[in-house]
């Protein structure tokens, strides 16, 4: 992983051949750097443009930068003729202290009523009794409709970074990766940045050689913000490798956060014009909105729930602590019936009460032992508790623990909700064992060779914790503390 994020994408001081490249100081308005292709656009050679005021270029649009909002990665997009009559898109874009301009020549691809003709099918179709897979299968078939790429994927981020494939379309109606996992070296950090601050990344050829952009200075531009960044020879060999020359991806962002992708591959070049790039990052943007505020009710509904159940438990417990009899029982019971699981211990003092498996009961004084040694949250979630025991026996049948502790003091309650060990099979899109892959000529590890699906079952572990078992569990914490029985103070 550490050496994914050794590559310096923005600073690769290169840009893709399909389009040209300005980049313009903010306070002297001078060209500090252009790539060496502007000709091919403009009718000009580079050294002609290179230090000359924008003022100087008539082909330039001055009117977008005084109409482009000052924020940190806005862009605006304005079309004027070369000199041939051919449409030029004008991409500018607000970077530190400077303007990026990006030019691109119109292709002559779909229509915006075909489009707006998808948009309109896409959200007025939407069913208010439809699952999270509806939503993604969705979304997946309008753009697989509308775009002409080979496939279209639906990515998603989970734990870790680790990502997988959620719901695949394709002209062929072949799924290939649907299901299947992506290790997160895949799309390293420095990667899933530029995908969070930009509205879309664009690779048309991957047989294309990349352009070198010259400056004023020898300075090297920052391409954080710019859609003709050129590409990583590793994930060229990437793509190569996944029979891919031709990609569109697109970040799914939901309630601020870089949720997942949509990942569009072709076996062969494929250039997609401007406009249908846009129009289809609205059609995402519409949709991250349409499922944020799914998962947003979902989560409002499971919260009822959950509310329905602390107040039962709240009620119980206050009963129980009514006549100065803490009632530990009582708790455990109440837990054990919320989470499902195999076994909850409470632990007050020198007491403990146990309601679950009776083989398990053996254990409770090792357990207490790991938690008040290793443990230092308030609610701690854990797949694998024989982590915190020095040498658990070969037999333990315990691994998941959600912790709960009401202080740190010997009066305190402390519970712990038990899982056994489960069988996990994980799918992914090949080996995702970084250990097997060679070193390249640059010093990075080559991507592997085949996606295939690569199956990874363990037992050792229970189940992982979801955010909503933590949070529950918060919550009980908060009942407790608000109980006013006086050992529980």
């Known amino acids: 992983m550490e050496q994914c994020e050794l590559e310096k994408l923005h600073l690769s001081g290169q840009i893709q051949s399909f389009g040209a490249f300005l980049r313009i100081d903010q306070s002297t308005n001078l060209v500090t750097h252009v790539s060496k292709n502007i000709s091919q656009f403009c009718d000009v050679p580079f050294e002609d443009v290179l230090g000359k005021s924008i003022r100087e270029l008539p082909w330039f649009p001055l009117g977008a930068l005084s109409d482009l909002p000052d924020v940190l990665g806005s862009r605006l997009l304005d079309i004027k003729n070369n000199r041939a009559g051919e449409p030029l898109y004008f991409r500018v874009i607000r970077a530190d202290n400077a303007i990026n301009v990006e030019i691109e ?28 897979q509806d939503y993604f299968n969705y979304l997946t078939t309008v753009i697989n409709q509308y775009l002409p790429f080979n496939r279209v994927m639906l990515y998603r981020f989970e734990k870790s970074w680790i990502g997988e494939v959620v719901a695949e379309a394709s002209k062929d109606n072949r799924t290939l990766y649907q299901g299947l996992k992506f290790p997160a070296s895949d799309i390293p950090a420095i990667a899933r940045r530029l995908y969070f601050l930009n509205p879309s990344r664009i690779i048309p050829s991957t047989n294309s050689e990349a352009v070198d952009i010259v400056s004023l200075e020898e300075s090297v531009p920052d391409l954080t913000y710019s859609d003709l960044r050129s590409v990583s020879p590793v994930h060229i060999e990437y793509l190569s490798n996944m029979q891919v020359q031709a990609s569109l991806s697109i970040p799914v962002i939901v309630s601020g956060e870089l949720w997942g992708l949509i990942a569009c591959h072709h076996p062969t070049s494929l250039k997609v014009d401007v406009t249908q790039r ?142 056994q060990p489960e069988v996990i099979t994980n799918n992914w899109a090949g080996n995702p064992d970084k250990s097997l892959l060679k070193e390249g000529d640059n010093g990075l590890i080559k991507p592997r060779s085949s996606f295939k699906k690569w199956s990874e079952t363990s037992g050792d572990e229970s189940a992982p914790w979801s955010k909503l078992d933590v949070l529950m569990a918060k919550k009980i914490r908060a009942v407790i503390l608000g109980l006013r029985h006086p050992t529980l103070r």
């Open 105 to 132: 020549l119109q292709e002559r691809s779909a229509s915006t009523s075909r489009y707006s003709h998808q948009d309109a099918i896409s959200y007025r179709s939407l069913q208010g009794d439809w699952t999270e």
């Open 278 to 419: 846009n129009e289809t990052e609205r059609l995402v943007t519409s949709f991250s909105s349409s499922l944020g505020a799914f998962i947003a009710g979902e989560r409002l509904k499971w919260l009822r729930i959950a509310e329905a159940d602390i107040s039962r438990l709240s009620l119980a417990l206050t009963e129980a602590y009514a006549d100065d009899d803490a009632r530990l029982d009582i708790v455990a019971e109440s837990i054990k019936t919320m989470f499902r699981c195999k076994g909850v211990a409470v632990f007050q003092d020198e007491r403990v009460e146990f309601c679950g498996l009776s083989s398990w009961r053996e254990y409770l004084d090792l357990l207490k032992y790991a938690v008040d040694k290793h443990l230092l949250g308030n609610v701690t979630d854990i797949t694998d508790i024989r982590e915190y025991i020095a040498q658990p026996p070969a037999n333990f049948p315990i691994r998941g623990a959600l912790v709960i502790r009401q202080s740190f003091e010997r009066s305190g309650i402390t519970i712990m909700i038990l899982r």
